[in-house]
């Protein structure tokens, strides 16, 4: 079946450091993938997503690209705020929006 | 507009009892979702409605839990009898449409089975 394996935090980074949070999926057909964060105390939210192979997400600074050859998503920021504290989901979805599959999450604690 | 609503918030129980979560999607959302959240884990998909159709239910335990989308807008969620496993956020999310699109998310219903 479908499977999500991220990176396993937590990430500490001091503000205005470069972030890669990795994310790996298995898959078939041609799934949908997604970024979600949650920040403290509040619900799940979409970050980004990508609908097909090449293509780039892009988000409040964050990116991320779909590459099929190596099934990766990564997200990455350039420079992280404090306010980018938060745990991030990396997310698949089937060929016509089913079966969502989540991973574990990666905590990510930016210190001034 | 307004979000998805869930309540209870905060639910406290003993093993072997029920209980019942309800969901308010967005306004027009044909898309629901329930999914089990553990402590440290990411969120498990239990149920997801298409209207008030069930189009994945493979990872809802049958023998204990159960989901109603009636007249394709609120949804419950009951777990009868309930296990000390089952402790977790229940997330309800809704999408305008069934196929790739944004999921908005609730709030959660922190369960706690003592």
């Known amino acids: 079946g479908n499977s999500v394996t991220q990176m396993e935090g937590p990430v500490t980074l001091s503000e205005e450091a470069f972030l890669t949070i990795n994310c790996t999926y298995t898959a078939t057909g041609y799934p949908s993938l997604f970024w979600y964060v949650q920040y403290p105390g509040e619900g799940l939210q979409l970050l980004l997503k990508?609908?097909?192979?090449?293509d780039k997400g892009s988000n409040k600074g964050f990116e991320a690209t779909y590459r099929k050859e190596t099934t990766s998503f990564h997200l990455e920021k350039g420079s992280v705020q404090v306010s980018d504290s938060a745990v991030y989901f990396c997310?698949?979805?089937?060929?016509?929006?089913?079966?969502?599959?989540f991973g574990p999450g990666t905590r990510l604690s930016v210190l001034p | 507009e307004a979000g998805v609503a869930q309540s209870p918030r905060y639910k406290i129980i003993e093993k072997r009892q029920s209980v019942a979560f309800w969901c308010n999607p967005i306004?027009?959302?044909?898309?629901l979702y329930w999914y089990q959240q553990i402590l440290g884990q990411g969120p498990k998909l239990l149920i997801q409605f298409q209207n008030n159709g069930v189009v994945d239910d493979s990872q809802l335990p049958k023998d204990r839990f159960s989901a109603e989308r009636l007249k394709g807008v609120d949804s419950t969620l009951k777990i009868q009898p309930a296990k000390l496993e089952d402790s977790a956020v229940y997330l309800c999310?809704?999408?305008?449409?069934?196929?790739?699109?944004?999921?908005?998310f609730g709030p959660g219903t922190r369960l706690t089975v003592t």
């Open positions: 999310a809704s999408s305008l449409e069934r196929e790739i699109t944004e999921q908005y």
């Open positions: 306004s027009g959302h044909a898309t």
């Open positions: 997310a698949l979805s089937g060929n016509y929006g089913q079966n969502f599959v």
């Open positions: 990508a609908t097909k192979a090449d």
